[in-house]
């Protein structure tokens, strides 16, 4: 059998998530966030982005937040967005046939 076939489970692949955590967070954390975007929520919480490797490195993620006491509000992984291109086929300057 080829190992052509063979797709590693999703776990095993990069992955983008966004970690909502209460309390705020200054940007200078982010390098010890292994490079995750911080950005401040206007209800006094913080939103860390970014493309995580793999399973044990969401894993490692949350042992940061839990070793903070910042309390882990949720974890969601963020779908790839298609880009938008109703502007390139959409003219609405063109008139009604």
Do not use: C
């Amino acid at each position: 059998m080829s190992n052509d076939l063979i797709t590693p489970p999703q776990q095993h692949r990069p992955r983008q998530y966004q970690l909502r955590v209460g309390g705020r967070l200054s940007i200078e954390w982010s390098e010890w966030f292994d490079g995750l975007s911080i950005t401040a929520t206007e209800n006094d919480e913080t939103l860390l982005t970014g493309w995580v490797a793999d399973q044990s490195a969401l894993q490692g993620l949350l042992k940061k937040v839990r070793d903070l006491g910042l309390p882990l509000l949720s974890v969601n992984p963020v779908e790839p967005t298609a880009p938008d291109t109703s502007a390139a086929t959409h003219d609405s300057s063109s008139p009604k046939e």
